[in-house]
């Protein structure tokens, strides 16, 4: 995964969890008020946690094809590319070489 695009996820990931403490800390207090109940704040918690994690996926995927398209669009080589490249250039070389004895 690009660098940049990981840490975008991890400053997302903290925002998330500031978030996610702070509606903790207001569910808290008003539990504590006695207008809502702890099994409410649980629910709500949860149901926004399962919101971040589907909003996460769907953004990471989001991201990964706009990487793979520029990458594409730029000609740029990838590890697989370079790989296939090499293993091209040994089996030529085993080819040369036979000729070349």
């Known amino acids: 995964m690009d660098k940049n695009l990981k840490k975008g996820m991890q400053i997302g990931a903290g925002v998330a969890y500031l978030a996610i403490d702070a509606m903790n800390d207001a569910l808290k207090k008003l539990q504590k008020e006695g207008k809502i109940s702890r099994k409410d704040s649980e629910r709500?918690?949860?149901?926004?946690?399962?919101?971040?994690q589907a909003m996460v996926k769907k953004y990471a995927a989001?991201?990964?094809?706009?990487v793979d398209s520029m990458i594409k669009s730029n000609r740029l080589v990838t590890k697989k590319d370079?790989?296939?490249?090499?293993?091209?250039?040994?089996?030529?070389n085993k080819q040369i070489k036979k000729y070349v004895k």
């Open 44 to 52: 709500a918690v949860q149901q926004m946690v399962n919101e971040y």
């Open 62 to 66: 989001q991201a990964q094809k706009h």
């Open 82 to 92: 370079m790989a296939m490249m090499n293993a091209e250039i040994a089996k030529l």
